[in-house]
């Protein structure tokens, strides 16, 4: 157990260390969705004027909830491209055939997906913090979101990892990026929901990004609500168990051909 | 120069945007998101902040029709930078080499490549009006849509040379990062989601000062309101200005490229 546990690690700090050496891999996690954070903050900061908006403190607390989600819905799109391209080299191939639990290449990928959105979580959070914008929630509403943070990148670490494994092509994982966007437009990402409008307000009330999406902003705007957590919750585990049965199909796909 | 020897070039000028062209028919999958991202976005903006227009100000009630241009412009500086980095791609693979070797003048290397992007750019920016007149976004009228996307195309010509200019420096894929954030920023730090007065904090002005924005209200003009001269000239003005920095800097490198 201890020595899989090791295996998962190395592979890992693998996975961070590619992201880091890489710049199109890191850009997805923090260079767009700053720049994102950044228009739509100018951009549309009036919107707080709107009668039907809630009530917050700047449209830039608003707004941080969207940011680190496209960050980390971002990472699990450059975990599979950087996953298809080990399988494209035969890097994974060489795993499979290693004394190793066969599941360890696509735990490590997880692992530096989780690091990766732990990071994501910190710098919005921190920028965040030095242009204005407060957690409502203070200290533990800091805690609650990087938690949430980090599992909601865990979780589309498998989305991700389920697409290199059942497509093996880095460009069909590269072109996988604007359905990201269609995803987070459709849901209260950006916007309150009560202010989208037809048909992304319906679709939003229906799609789990709106329940990770509030789940992550209730602490940066208001108290902390036991409520709203577990929503967000909620909305991670279903976007983990449908990435986990695609993931599971793939790694057996994997095996059966390795 | 002889008649012979301008022949020479635009067969050499033409032959290689037939190449950039060529790489739609053989590897689409590489081209299907950059002409459906503008798309994506254009639709997704609309119905996520398309309650702006309520706001006092605001210089159109419907938001689609006010962000369309926008898409444009965007469709261009990703087409631009796709340029840019399939440049780098043939760097890497020793390709681009073969040409600096032939007897081609580099400024028929340059244009070759940069207007193929003016070219490929016309596939995003119909999609975008496809979509955007089933919408409802409103027609806007033969001169603005002539402006807007002779503009569009120009832009995209503006912005390949940006993406040329790194691809040299660089010469490798992994500058696309670069590349696109320099098109983000240079399109998106503009009045590109609500009008100048209604924009908030350091954007305002940044946006005053960003020549693209310039640009932008040229190419929105038809869209918003009737086409005039006054919202033409300063658009005009602020494209040849940039055009003309990216491509004395694309041919110096170019230059330096081959010693």
């Known amino acids: 157990m201890a020595g899989e546990a090791r295996v998962v690690a190395a592979l890992g700090r693998r996975s961070v260390r590619q992201a880091f050496r890489r710049p199109q891999f890191l850009a997805p996690i923090i260079v767009f969705p700053t720049l994102f954070l950044a228009v739509n903050t100018g951009g549309a ?30 990472a699990g799109v450059s975990a599979a491209i950087a996953l298809a391209l080990d399988i494209q080299i035969g890097f994974v191939d060489r795993l499979v055939a290693a004394p ?119 602490p940066i705007i208001s108290d902390l609500s036991l409520d709203k957590t577990l929503e967000g919750l909620a909305g991670i585990a279903i976007v983990a168990s449908i990435g986990a049965i695609l993931c599971a199909r793939g790694v057996n796909k994997k095996l059966r051909s390795a | 120069m002889t008649t012979t020897g301008m022949a020479f070039e635009l067969r050499s000028t033409w032959a290689l945007i037939r190449r950039a062209l060529n790489e739609i028919a053989r590897v689409p999958a590489a081209v299907i998101p950059a002409v459906l991202a503008p798309t994506i976005f254009m639709c997704g903006l609309a119905a996520v902040f398309g309650s702006l227009t309520l706001l006092p100000g605001f210089t159109t009630d419907k938001y689609l029709t006010f962000i369309l241009p ?53 596939m995003p920016i119909t999609l975008l009006m496809v979509v955007g007149l089933s919408l409802g976004v409103s027609w806007p009228g033969l001169d603005g849509l002539v402006i807007a996307v002779l503009m569009a195309s120009a832009f995209a010509a503006t912005a390949a040379c940006y993406g040329v200019i790194l691809a040299l420096k660089f010469k490798t894929q992994a500058a696309a990062p670069l590349m696109q954030a320099g098109m983000f920023v240079a399109v998106l730090f503009t009045t590109a989601y609500a009008p100048q007065e209604l924009l908030t904090g350091w954007l305002q002005h940044v946006a005053k000062y960003n020549p693209v924005t310039q640009i932008l209200e040229a190419v929105r003009q038809g869209f918003v309101g009737d086409v005039t001269w006054a919202d033409t000239w300063p658009g005009l003005l602020a494209l040849a200005g940039l055009a003309a920095v990216v491509v004395i800097l694309a041919m110096r490198g170019l230059r330096r490229a081959g010693d």
């Open chain 1, 45 to 74: 900061g009036r919107a707080v004027d709107l009668p039907q908006f809630p009530p917050v403190h700047g449209f830039l607390d608003f707004q941080l909830a969207g940011a680190m989600l496209q960050s980390t819905m971002l």
């Open chain 1, 100 to 218: 190793i639990a066969r599941a360890s290449f696509v735990l490590g990928r997880l692992v530096a997906t989780g690091v990766l959105g732990l990071i994501s979580g910190l710098w919005f959070l921190t920028i965040g913090l030095i242009f204005g914008a407060h957690i409502a929630a203070g200290v533990a509403g800091f805690v609650v979101v990087l938690v949430l943070v980090t599992l909601n990148a865990i979780a589309w670490g498998t989305i991700g990892a389920a697409l290199a494994l059942n497509t093996g092509s880095p460009s069909v994982a590269q072109g996988v990026f604007p359905i990201v966007f269609v995803i987070l437009f459709l849901s209260s990402a950006f916007f309150p929901e009560g202010l989208l409008l037809e048909p992304a307000k319906t679709i939003a009330n229906w799609n789990p990004m709106s329940l990770i999406a509030d789940g992550l902003r209730d």
């Open chain 2, 70 to 122: 926008v898409g444009f412009l965007q469709g261009a500086g990703f087409t631009g930078a796709a340029t840019g980095v399939n440049l780098a791609r043939d760097i890497e693979l020793g390709w681009f080499d073969r040409l600096l070797a032939s007897p081609a003048p580099r400024g028929v290397l340059l244009a070759g490549t940069v207007l193929s992007a003016s070219m490929r750019v016309l």
